[in-house]
Nanobody, 124 residues
Framework: QVHLAESGGGLVQTGASLRLSCLASGRSVSRYPVGWFRRAPGKEREFLATISWNGDNIYYADSVKGRFIISRDYAKNEVLLQMNSLKPEDTAVYYC?????????????????WGQGTQVTVSS
């Protein structure tokens, strides 16, 4: 069984940075791509970034490209999301998810395992 746990959310001001962590546990989790998503109040779930199992393939949504950076720490089974230049519209609950696939994917429907989420609030 795979378990994902996000942390690192909080309340920050516009322009600040946060680093979210996704700790993964379970069999062979380092062999699969991990993605970050978010859901803002009243909006659909939104893809943000994903990284393949070996880090060779990384994809970002246009809304965060140039501001967010996804990375993996294999020693800790951790996937990080560095978020810079935060804006009020980045306010949402942020989730990490794991897809038992060989390549990184951006479609949320292809991710089988999800964390509980961490709240990020950006004040203006």
């Amino acid at each position: 069984q795979v378990h994902l746990a996000e942390s690192g959310g909080g309340l920050v001001q516009t322009g600040a940075s946060l680093r979210l962590s996704c700790l993964a546990s379970g069999r062979s989790v380092s062999r699969y791509p991990v993605g970050w998503f978010r859901r803002a109040p009243g909006k659909e779930r939104e893809f943000l970034a994903t990284i393949s199992w070996n880090g060779d393939n990384i994809y970002y949504a246009d809304s965060v490209k140039g501001r967010f950076i996804i990375s993996r720490d294999y020693a800790k089974n951790e996937v990080l999301l560095q978020m810079n230049s935060l804006k009020p519209e980045d306010t949402a609950v942020y989730y990490c998810a794991l897809a038992r696939r060989s390549t990184a994917v951006t479609d949320a429907a292809l991710y089988e395992y999800w964390g509980q989420g961490t709240q990020v609030t950006v004040s203006s």
